[in-house]
Antibody
Framework: EVQLVQSGAEVKKPGESLKISCKGSGYSFTSYWIGWVRQMPGKGLEWMGIIYPGDSDTRYSPSFQGQVTISADKSISTAYLQWSSLKASDTAMYYC???????????WGQGTLVTVSS | EIVMTQSPATLSVSPGERATLSCRASQSVSSNLAWYQQKPGQAPRLLIYGASTRATGIPARFSGSGSGTEFTLTISSLQSEDFAVYYCQQYNNWPAWTFGQGTKVEIK
């Protein structure tokens, strides 16, 4: 069974750093892309970026380029999304999802809620 | 960036009735269009891909149509579990995928 399991909810202060994770299982982790999607409170879905764990090829949405860093450790089948300096506006639910060229996100993680507040 | 526009923002439908949701792309995405369903507190779930192919386990009352820039999701007879928010997504412009803003299907 394909599963993407994300790390737990985080509460941080503005200016702090954060790295959240997404662990894949039940499939070949290095053969599919992992994307990250933001959902701000009460709002829609925003595609942030995507990584291919097989070779760490990473692409970002222009809206998120320079704001976050996406990485992966294929040895433990885990993808990451990180911030170096959080802002209150980063408060959102973040989802990881599996995808590939020519096919949409078919499996999703359960989401990680990030709350940034002083 | 390809902009996806969904209409209406909210659709009020009675159980058992038909619901028709629209999605328009700012430029052609061929048939590389997906629909997702999201219920409160849950992750999105893939319903339709390739504009008209149901994902595994999706009931036949969900159907998709269209190509190019105009797409439709139809729910033939709404069940109580279908009241949710629906998003379209284009995956033609790899890897710069974009979502529509969503249509909320609520009980009338």
């Amino acid at each position: 069974e394909v599963q993407l399991v994300q790390s737990g909810a985080e509460v941080k202060k503005p200016g702090e750093s954060l790295k959240i994770s997404c662990k894949g299982s039940g499939y070949s982790f290095t053969s599919y892309w992992i994307g990250w999607v933001r959902q701000m409170p009460g709002k829609g879905l925003e595609w942030m970026g995507i990584i291919y764990p097989g070779d760490s090829d990473t692409r970002y949405s222009p809206s998120f380029q320079g704001q976050v860093t996406i990485s992966a450790d294929k040895s433990i089948s885990t993808a990451y999304l990180q911030w170096s300096s959080l802002k209150a506006s980063d408060t959102a639910m973040y989802y990881c999802a599996r995808g590939e060229s020519g096919y949409p996100f078919d499996y999703w993680g359960q989401g990680t809620l990030v709350t940034v507040s002083s | 960036e390809i902009v996806m526009t969904q209409s209406p923002a909210t659709l009020s439908v009675s159980p058992g009735e038909r619901a028709t949701l629209s999605c328009r792309a700012s430029q052609s995405v061929s048939s590389n269009l997906a629909w997702y369903q999201q219920k409160p507190g849950q992750a999105p779930r893939l319903l339709i891909y390739g504009a008209s192919t149901r994902a595994t386990g999706i009931p036949a009352r969900f159907s998709g149509s269209g190509s190019g820039t105009e797409f439709t999701l139809t729910i033939s007879s709404l069940q109580s579990e279908d009241f949710a928010v629906y998003y379209c997504q284009q995956y033609n412009n790899w890897p710069a995928w974009t979502f529509g803003q969503g249509t909320k299907v609520e009980i009338k």
